[in-house]
């Protein structure tokens, strides 16, 4: 049997491909659709705020080979997934790449945390809209995939999902984030139940668990922590950059991995390894 193209520039094409990344106007979301807009994809990015939208693919489209699109959406609810949806169906008939990357996270304390906006808004956003959005897009996916040529979903969870700690330097001093790490877990074993329901219509569903990234989520931390709580505990000595996230998220949509399907990779740096911490005793 001849060998077939292994050429590092039709492994890891995405030229061409159409893709949508929800909450894409900042942090990971943007630092994906910057890889994909620079390597040749037709991006679509969305998120609440418009203005904060066209600023992005201001900045997007200086690099972009595409031009970058963006639409206004909020994803806290079904309707708003179906709304989103509806429109991303009015502009393109096929999508190729599903970036689930919305998310949100919530502080307060541990004995007084509040029901709707810490816990229902947080799970709303965070597990509800990959759902909805991975499941009104399902058509447009699994249209014309092959098993050589899949659909794909990427779900953008975080290493909260596999650790417990809640209380830290991204929150103030007396509050614990702790919606936002059962909410991670959950985008987990979704991606696996997604990746199962899916397989067989060619589309692999993948989550990426990044850890610290410089982002408007983490800015609180990283404004009142300094770099130094962030990067004591890194063997690589530093947090995530734009590549690190824009080249996991582009293997996962290339050639390269056609066969790979329900994965959970975590793109920290090797820090879970060294990550300690004492949490304040709790008086019940």
């Given at each position: 049997?001849?060998?077939?193209d292994?050429?590092?520039?039709s492994?890891?094409?995405?030229?061409?491909?159409?893709?949508?990344?929800?909450?894409?106007s900042?942090?990971?979301?943007?630092?994906?659709?910057?890889?994909?807009?620079?390597?040749?994809?037709?991006?679509?990015?969305?998120?609440?705020?418009?203005k904060?939208?066209?600023?992005?693919?201001?900045?997007?489209n200086?690099?972009?080979?595409?031009?970058?699109?963006?639409?206004?959406?909020?994803?806290?609810?079904?309707?708003?997934?179906?709304?989103?949806?509806?429109?991303?169906?009015?502009?393109?008939?096929?999508?190729?790449?599903?970036?689930?990357?919305?998310?949100?996270?919530?502080g307060?304390?541990?004995?007084?945390?509040?029901?709707?906006?810490?816990?229902?808004?947080?799970?709303?956003?965070?597990?509800?809209?990959?759902?909805?959005?991975?499941?009104?897009?399902?058509p447009?996916?699994?249209?014309?995939?092959?098993?050589?040529?899949?659909?794909?979903?990427?779900?953008?969870s975080s290493?909260?999902?596999?650790?417990?700690?809640?209380?830290?330097?991204?929150?103030?001093?007396?509050?614990?984030?702790?919606?936002?790490?059962?909410?991670?877990?959950?985008?987990?074993?979704?991606?696996s139940?997604?990746?199962?329901?899916?397989?067989?219509?060619?589309?692999?569903?993948?989550?990426?668990?990044?850890g610290?990234f410089?982002?408007?989520?983490?800015?609180?931390g990283?404004?009142?922590?300094?770099?130094?709580?962030?990067?004591?505990?890194?063997?690589?000595?530093?947090?995530?950059?734009?590549?690190?996230?824009?080249?996991?998220?582009?293997?996962?949509?290339?050639?390269?991995?056609?066969?790979?399907?329900?994965?959970?990779?975590?793109l920290?740096?090797?820090?879970?390894?060294?990550?300690?911490?004492?949490?304040?005793?709790?008086?019940?």
């Open positions: 049997m001849s060998l077939p292994l050429n590092s520039l492994l890891f094409n995405v030229k061409g491909k159409i893709v949508l990344v929800t909450g894409g900042s942090g990971i979301g943007k630092m994906i659709a910057s890889g994909f807009a620079q390597n040749g994809a037709k991006v679509y990015i969305a998120s609440r705020k418009e904060q939208l066209q600023e992005t693919v201001a900045e997007l200086e690099k972009a080979n595409i031009p970058v699109q963006y639409l206004v959406a909020n994803l806290n609810s079904r309707a708003g997934c179906d709304a989103l949806v509806r429109e991303f169906k009015n502009r393109e008939s096929k999508l190729h790449v599903l970036v689930n990357n919305s998310g949100i996270t919530w307060g304390p541990f004995d007084d945390f509040p029901e709707d906006k810490g816990w229902d808004n947080v799970f709303n956003v965070n597990v509800k809209s990959i759902f909805y959005m991975t499941a009104g897009l399902a447009l996916l699994i249209k014309d995939s092959t098993n050589r040529d899949p659909g794909r979903v990427i779900n953008i290493t909260a999902s596999v650790e417990p700690i809640c209380e830290g330097p991204l929150s103030s001093e007396g509050n614990g984030t702790w919606s936002y790490q059962p909410s991670k877990a959950a985008v987990n074993h979704l991606t139940a997604l990746a199962l329901k899916l397989g067989p219509d060619h589309v692999t569903v993948n989550a990426i668990l990044p610290v410089q982002s408007r989520m983490t800015a609180f990283f404004k009142t922590a300094g770099d130094e709580a962030f990067t004591s505990n890194q063997p690589s000595g530093r947090y995530g950059q734009p590549s690190d996230a824009a080249g996991l998220a582009l293997f996962l949509a290339s050639p390269a991995s056609a066969h790979v399907t329900g994965t959970h990779t975590i920290d740096g090797g820090a879970r390894y060294r990550h300690t911490a004492i949490t304040p005793s709790v008086k019940l």
